[in-house]
């Protein structure tokens, strides 16, 4: 009896972790961009995409969608504020930042766009941030009845902006299964 208590627990833990992990979460799926590689599970992340370094640029840039269950995850114009204040000018203020609202798929989703110096998530998740120059983000918020779903895009303003398109059709294809 005890392994079959074990491998009920494996078992639902697996199937919870399908659940939020690949290109499906909360009645929602999309469709990844080609050339985009995707990475494992990580905790609070749906998918993690690693997009490849354009020429000039040193590193790659990562596009993540978050998801942390119905009604967590803050409210949307809280999370514009935030994700605003993690990318600063050089007098080390926020930087400009472009918000759009857009629908989907009869979906509401609010879109921001900022280049500057990117000074990452902060928080105990990540200690130790590593502040980023001439770094992009665009970020979006798509609002789901069954728990929003937050996509953060990161990288080099040149391998973001060489991919911007790609996002634009990522963001696109995402719909109700």
């Known amino acids: 009896m005890g392994i079959r208590v074990i491998l009920s627990y494996s078992l639902v833990f697996c199937l919870a972790a399908a659940a939020i992990h690949g290109e499906s979460v909360a009645g929602l799926k999309w469709t990844a961009p080609a050339g985009w590689k995707v990475e494992g599970s990580r905790p609070m ?15 790659n840039a990562e596009c993540v969608v978050y998801f942390f269950g119905a009604g967590s995850g803050g409210f ?3 999370n514009m504020e935030r994700w605003k204040s993690q990318i600063l000018k050089a007098d080390g203020k926020p930087a400009d930042a472009q918000i759009v609202k857009r629908t989907v798929h009869a979906l ?21 941030a590593t502040v980023k120059p001439r770094y992009r983000m665009i970020g979006a918020v798509i609002e789901n009845p069954s728990g929003n779903l937050f996509l953060k895009f990161t990288g080099p303003v040149k391998t973001v902006t060489q991919n911007q398109a790609k996002f634009d059709q990522m963001l696109q294809s995402f719909g109700k299964n």
């Open 45 to 59: 992340r749906a998918a993690t995409y690693t997009i490849p370094a354009v020429a000039g640029d040193a590193e």
């Open 76 to 78: 949307v114009e809280a």
């Open 108 to 128: 509401p989703v609010t879109i921001i766009d900022s280049t500057g110096t990117y000074t990452g998530m902060g928080g105990p998740l990540s200690p130790g």
